[in-house]
């Protein structure tokens, strides 16, 4: 489906690439300057890197970042030790100084054009799944279109593979699992209601068929 570099090699990438922050840097910056760090793996329009596990996030809600953003900064997503991607993330989220910043990063990110992304399960069953995603219909919606009020962010246009990935996380309890992440912990048993990875395929490439 798509590699891994190691975390390692990774972070000292990303350092040489100008993506952690200068010591002394104090004042407040501005989300799209700030987004540059963000873009050596999300991209310049934040459409992600599958070569290295970077979902799509442009044009995700501001909310919806900025929670995740907070959980990876806390230490409440990302800190198990086989969540690799989100390893890569904490000290990326650290970068940013204050909630001020947090905020700031967060509205360009909802500011980036929404691009949706292609298919690229092949062993999927969108049918097969179409029945599985009524669990996933209460909160995020009937086209995948989320629903803040249920802190549930959108699906329709994210990768598949992502998908694929973190039910698979919630699943296995290296995301969600924290007591602190109350919106991670609602999707779990959620993730329990699909048998195997095959049941996560087939709900994902229907999520695939919805427009955005």
């Keep these: 489906m798509h590699r891994l570099i190691p ?15 200068p010591d002394g840097a104090k004042k407040t910056l501005p989300g799209k300057e700030l987004f540059a760090a ?15 596990a970077a ?17 990876y900064r806390s230490g409440i997503r990302g800190a198990h030790p086989e969540d690799l991607e989100g390893l890569r993330m904490r000290p ?10 947090v905020k700031a990063v967060a509205a360009y990110v909802a500011s980036l054009t929404p691009v949706k992304s292609a298919p690229s399960l ?10 599985a995603y009524a669990v996933c219909l209460a909160c995020h919606g009937d086209k995948g279109q ?19 990935n973190q039910l698979k996380k919630f699943k296995g309890g290296v995301r969600g699992a924290n007591p602190l ?24 490439a229907h999520i695939s068929t919805f427009s955005r």
């Design 7 to 21: 975390l390692s090699l990774t972070l000292a990438t990303l350092a040489t690439m100008g993506c952690i922050r």
């Design 92 to 101: 990326m989220s650290r970068q940013m100084m204050d909630e001020g910043e």
């Design 55 to 71: 979902p799509n996030i442009a044009g995700l809600p501001a909310w919806y970042v900025e929670s995740q953003l907070v959980k």
């Design 38 to 52: 963000c873009a050596s793996c999300h991209g310049d329009t934040g459409v992600g890197e599958a070569t290295i």
């Design 122 to 131: 092949k062993d999927a069953d969108a049918a097969a799944g179409a029945g």
């Design 181 to 204: 992440d109350v919106t991670g912990g609602q999707m779990r048993p959620m993730s329990m209601t699909l048998a195997d990875e095959q049941a996560m395929k087939n709900v994902v």
């Design 146 to 164: 989320g629903n803040q009020a249920l802190n549930a962010p959108p699906l329709v246009g994210q990768y598949d593979w992502y998908l694929v």
